[in-house]
T-cell receptor, first 110, second 113 residues
Framework: DADVTQTPRNRITKTGKRIMLECSQTKGHDRMYWYRQDPGLGLRLIYYSFDVKDINKGEISDGYSVSRQAQAKFSLSLESAIPNQTALYFC?????????FGEGSRLTVL | AQKVTQAQTEISVVEKEDVTLDCVYETRDTTYYLFWYKQPPSGELVFLIRRNSFDEQNEISGRYSWNFQKSTSSFNFTITASQVVDSAVYFCALRGGSYIPTFGRGTSLIVHP
């Protein structure tokens, strides 16, 4: 089983729908991150959390919200999806060194 | 603020050629870490290397090597004798005192047979 698991892996939805992307990890790390990847733009940080009671906005948090339900779980929500939120989303965790990424969630908003 | 620049958007080579991927960074922190990740066509992100700001020794791992130069704020990645399986998008990243990793825009490497 993967250390960082994202669900769903692929999702197609319509404009205005609420979407939740879930992330769970078995690495025991406190730090968790949500990134968005768009072609040519690299990975941009949406939100991050350093422990269960700590939630922080990244550089592109508008239109998104998060919930840290437990040390192992960090969910990303799009309250009202719009087409320019079509992207590949990655959850990541970090202990002391590098980031460990999930396999990504590809979201398409029509 | 910290910034990572990967000026090469796409590089195309023929198998067995050597190729260098450039990474230039900006940070005001004296302690920081640099990383390279690989994203093959399957989409996952694979960690390749971490280097801290106090260790300027070059590193070699098989056909991969990394050149860290603080004087030019660069952390370049060279693949020797490239192979088709090296085709991927490569990301350089920086983590400083804020503990927030910042990524470059990535370089797409295409290795032709």
């Amino acid at each position: 089983d993967a250390d960082v698991t994202q669900t769903p892996r692929n999702r197609i939805t319509k404009t205005g729908k609420r979407i939740m992307l879930e992330c769970s990890q078995t690495k025991g790390h406190d730090r968790m991150y949500w990134y968005r990847q768009d072609p040519g733009l690299g990975l941009r940080l949406i939100y991050y959390s350093f422990d269960v009671k700590d939630i922080n906005k990244g550089e592109i948090s508008d239109g998104y919200s998060v919930s840290r339900q437990a040390q192992a779980k960090f969910s990303l929500s799009l309250e009202s999806a719009i087409p320019n939120q079509t992207a590949l989303y990655f959850c990541a965790t970090r202990g002391g060194g590098e980031l460990f990424f999930g396999e990504g969630s590809r979201l398409t908003v029509l | 603020a910290q910034k990572v620049t990967q000026a090469q958007t796409e590089i195309s080579v023929v198998e067995k050629e050597d190729v260098t991927l450039d990474c230039v960074y900006e940070t005001r922190d004296t302690t920081y870490y640099l990383f390279w990740y690989k994203q093959p066509p399957s989409g996952e992100l694979v960690f390749l290397i971490r280097r801290n700001s106090f260790d300027e020794q070059n590193e070699i791992s098989g056909r991969y090597s990394w050149n860290f130069q603080k004087s030019t704020s660069s952390f370049n990645f060279t693949i020797t004798a490239s192979q088709v399986v090296d085709s991927a998008v490569y990301f350089c990243a920086l983590r400083g005192g804020s503990y927030i990793p910042t990524f470059g825009r990535g370089t797409s490497l295409i290795v032709h047979p």
